[in-house]
């Protein structure tokens, strides 16, 4: 039996075993070519099906209409926040709304902030010249130190459509451990607005309705494969460009028209990733589907929440019920000084990644689907057993 870690990273993070002996299996000589698969041209025929099998399954398990384009970039999520941005303010829906408001009046792009990376995203907007305008901040609504909770919709300062660019939004924080439900934000945004959403963390964990949205996107290293491939997914009415496109210019690496125009692969891709996630959509399809995902993921957050609500003397998670993120858990202990001691507890235990990211403290368990239920009740298990010789 292999040495196997409980990864609890958040991202690069866990990959199905299978899927990792698959790749070692054909890695020195992959179907016969001679070579493995990181040596293969992308241009040829072994990898261009590698890439759409890869790009049919995603829209098999997530149920992808036909108006929508699926691009395999490598902007990372940090590239989006731009991408996003200036892909929509070139499109013709914008520099047509543009137009219609005049000279002096620029169009909003409308954010909700629900953690880090969504004010990230929010700031980078401000950095292009860009009319950043927040919609809600859940950390200056609450005057709190940090994003624990939103206001309900009907407290949000939503622009009329009319000056509304696009809405932003992060349907999971990473850091913070913060969730959107399905119906949180989509039903209070004006159906003529396009939804842009960040899915990095927590796509491929749920079914959603891929048609209210405008533009979604994902970095590959949570919840999919390895780093290096970020996922879009964007309605083809918002490639359409006037001639003048706004006079910007997106430079090409960033540019989801390009992608669309060029066919799937107009610079070269991120090959051994792509792979990857061929492998783990394969996986995912041969067990249950979206299905499966969803209910395991239920299954294992409530595991965790459980232990936090039935031991709240000794753990906290700071998060409102209706927000707590089923992928990135977050907790702190009640008793100071104990920190330190949990992390080489955890280590002895097989147990890794643990820590809070740096910006906020703390203790983050990621329980993405490489996460299977046995590692989280062996989780559970231990941080039962930590309370209990520690109270
Ligand atoms: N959005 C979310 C929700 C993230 O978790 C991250 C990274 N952890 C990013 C964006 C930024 O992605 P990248 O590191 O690929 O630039």
Redesign the pocket.
């Known amino acids: 039996q292999e040495y196997r870690a409980i990864n609890l990273s ?2 690069p993070s866990a990959i199905p075993l299978e899927v990792l002996k698959t790749a070692q299996n054909e890695f020195l000589n992959y179907k016969n070519s001679g070579m493995s698969v990181i040596e293969l041209s992308h241009r040829s025929k072994l990898f261009e099906s590698i890439l759409s099998n890869t790009e049919a399954d995603l829209r098999r398990i997530l149920d992808i209409p036909a108006n929508y384009k699926v691009l395999f970039m490598q902007s ?5 926040f731009a991408a996003t941005h200036l892909n929509l303010m070139a499109s013709k829906l914008v520099e047509d709304k543009q137009k219609a408001l005049g000279t002096d009046k620029k169009a909003k792009c409308a954010y909700i902030i629900s953690g880090v ?1 969504s004010k ?1 995203a929010h700031t980078e907007c401000l950095r292009m010249g860009g009319n950043a305008h927040t919609i809600v901040d859940g950390k200056s609504h609450f005057k709190a130190d940090g994003y624990y909770d939103l206001p309900a919709a009907a407290e949000w300062d939503i622009p009329n459509p009319e000056e509304t660019a696009y809405v932003y939004y ?1 349907d ?4 913070g451990g913060f969730e959107m439900e399905l119906d949180t934000v989509v039903p209070h945004i004006d159906p003529s607005i396009p939804i842009i959403c ?1 899915m ?2 927590n796509i491929l964990s749920r079914k959603f309705d891929v048609s209210k949205f405008g533009v979604i996107y994902a ?1 590959a ?2 919840n999919i494969g390895p ?1 290096g491939l ?1 996922i879009v997914i964007v309605r083809e009415d918002l490639l359409i460009r006037n001639d003048s496109s706004n006079g910007l210019h997106i430079p090409s690496v960033l540019d989801y028209k390009y992608f669309a125009d060029e066919g799937p692969m107009p610079h070269t891709p991120t090959t051994f990733s792509i792979y990857i996630c061929h492998l783990v959509l394969q996986y995912i399809t041969k067990n249950g589907g979206i299905t499966t995902l969803e209910n395991n993921r239920n299954e294992k957050a409530k595991l965790l929440y459980n232990l936090f609500d039935s031991n709240p003397e000794f753990y906290t998670n700071p998060i409102q019920n209706n927000f707590r993120s089923k992928m990135n858990v977050v907790f702190t202990l009640k008793k100071q000084g104990l920190d330190a001691e949990l992390i080489s507890q955890a280590l002895e235990n097989n147990i890794v990644e643990i820590k809070g990211h740096r910006s906020v403290g703390g203790f983050r368990a990621s329980i993405y689907n490489a996460v299977t239920l046995d590692q989280v009740r062996f989780f559970v298990d231990f941080l039962n057993k930590f309370a209990d010789s520690h109270i």
């Open positions: 958040a991202g990372g999520g940090t590239g989006e990376w990230k992060c999971n924080e990473t850091i960040d990095s963390s970095g290293q949570k780093s970020t």
